[in-house]
Structure formats: structure tokens, C-alpha cells
């Protein structure tokens, strides 16, 4: 079966759609050879497609990996500023997936990285609601300002969903969020006067971050990538 060449690249994994057509316009992919200049063309399997030179396979059996992100590395193939990314902590053999979602520079905890770039975005559209689940240290005692957020916050001009927020004993925050817009516990919170020191994500959807050490990444089993799935219809 044929299908577009930027929707074949985001299903190997190697980028977002958007992002893989962006690569064809730059001149960076090539089909059995030749350089495309255009996302409007067809391909199969049989095709041999590279990037940079560098061949890229078919979309294979989903494998889905959870990653304990270690604090001050960014979630992304590489920042132009220099600084530290998840691929440079990561095993090598483990560069050809994609990550689900963000989290940003200071944030730690569960990273999901897969193969099956389909399904990274099925869990990353707020559409599908899959909760992420964080712990949250911020700076403040007046935890009645958590009204707002509970609510659902209005912050300059953008509208963040009603976030469900338990307050552990050691008055440190638990919170689950469904939509995943940029940065928004820190930019809620802050706008309730309670900014955050420290945020850390122990789950997303099914998935929890259990014993996973620091910078380590484990490879789910069948029944959790089947539960993760249906999490995201």
C-alpha cells in the first residue's frame, strides 16, 4: 500500500509530520535515490527512503520505552543553544525513537518513547485525555489559591483546564493534568502565587515511573503498551 512520504517518515518515529515534510522541502530526503523536493509523493515499503543519507525502515511492532529523565536536559534531537538532551543520556541503540510529549529543562521523571510515531501523537492530542500525574514542591502555604487551578485558570489569554490537585502530607502537590499545553503547572501555579521548585512526573496514563533510576529507560511490556493504547481512543 502507497502512503505520503511525510506521513510514512512520522510513522517510522523520525519525526512529526509537520516536521518530516519541513525535512523534504530542505532537500534532506531522498526516495531510491532521488533528492524529493516536494511532500506531495507517494511510497511503500519496498522504497528505499533516507534522511541525511541515513536510511529509514518501515513502521515495525510498537515498542514503547519508559525513560527516567534526569533534571536540566532537554526534550528534543538537539538544542540549538548547546545544552544537554535526552539523546545524550540515552544508549545509543535507543536514538531512533521518538519521545511522547515534552517535559521541559528543570522538570524530571517519566519520559514514553516509542517507535510508533502514530501513537505518539494519539497520546500527546488533548483530545484523547490521557492523564500525566506529577508531583509538584512549590513555594507558598496558602493552598486555598489552588482554587483557581482546580477551576480551571485563565493566564494571559490562554485557557488551562481544571487540574485535579491533592495535597500530600509532606504539603508537597499531587497533580494530574489532561491536556498538556506547554509549561502549563508552572504557569498556573505561579499565577495562583504558588511557583514551582521542583516538578517531577511519576505517570502517564497506565504507565507509572516505579523504581526506574535516574537516566535509566526500560522497555514496557505488552499488556501496559495495550493498556497505554486504549488509554489514548
Same mark, same amino acid.
Given at each position: 500500500m502507497k502512503i505520503r512520504i511525510a506521513k510514512f517518515i512520522a510513522d517510522s518515529g523520525v519525526a512529526s509530520r509537520r516536521g518530516a515534510e519541513q525535512m523534504i522541502l530542505d532537500g534532506r530526503v531522498s526516495v531510491n535515490g532521488d533528492i524529493m523536493?516536494?511532500?506531495?509523493?507517494?511510497? #511503500?515499503?519496498?522504497d528505499e &527512503?533516507?534522511?541525511?543519507?541515513?536510511? &529509514?525502515?518501515?513502521?515495525?511492532?510498537?515498542?514503547? $520505552?519508559?525513560?527516567?529523565?534526569? &533534571?536540566? /536536559? !532537554?526534550? /528534543?534531537?538537539?538544542?540549538?543553544?548547546?545544552?544537554?538532551?535526552i539523546y545524550d543520556?540515552?544508549? =545509543?541503540? $535507543?536514538?531512533?525513537?521518538? $519521545?511522547?510529549?515534552?517535559?521541559d529543562y528543570k522538570t524530571t521523571g517519566l519520559l514514553l518513547m516509542t517507535n510508533d510515531?502514530?501513537?505518539?501523537?494519539k497520546l500527546t492530542q488533548p483530545t484523547s485525555n490521557v492523564p500525566r500525574v506529577y508531583i509538584a514542591d512549590v513555594i507558598g502555604t496558602n493552598m486555598s489559591r489552588?482554587?483557581?487551578a482546580r477551576n480551571g485558570a485563565t493566564v494571559d489569554g490562554i485557557k488551562y483546564r481544571p487540574m485535579k490537585? #491533592?495535597? !500530600?502530607?509532606?504539603?508537597?502537590?499531587?497533580i494530574t493534568v489532561t491536556e498538556g499545553k506547554k509549561n502549563e503547572i508552572?504557569?498556573?501555579?505561579?499565577?495562583?502565587?504558588?511557583?514551582?521548585? /521542583?516538578? =517531577?512526573?511519576? !505517570? $502517564?496514563?497506565?504507565?507509572?515511573?516505579?523504581?526506574?533510576?535516574v537516566g535509566k529507560i526500560v522497555e514496557l511490556d505488552e499488556k501496559t503498551i495495550d493498556l497505554l493504547i486504549k488509554s489514548s481512543l
Open positions: 523536493k516536494t511532500p506531495v509523493h507517494f511510497v #511503500e515499503d519496498s &527512503i533516507k534522511i541525511d543519507g541515513k536510511r &529509514i525502515e518501515p513502521r515495525q511492532d510498537t515498542r514503547v $520505552y519508559a525513560f527516567h529523565k534526569p &533534571i536540566n /536536559t !532537554m526534550t /528534543t534531537t538537539r538544542d540549538p543553544d548547546g545544552r544537554k538532551t543520556v540515552l544508549p =545509543h541503540e $535507543y536514538h531512533n525513537l521518538r $519521545y511522547v510529549g515534552r517535559l510515531g502514530l501513537l505518539a501523537r489552588l482554587d483557581r490537585i #491533592e495535597i !500530600m502530607p509532606d504539603k508537597r502537590l499531587r508552572r504557569i498556573v501555579l505561579k499565577a495562583c502565587g504558588l511557583p514551582v521548585r /521542583t516538578l =517531577h512526573r511519576v !505517570m $502517564y496514563g497506565p504507565v507509572s515511573i516505579k523504581n526506574i533510576p
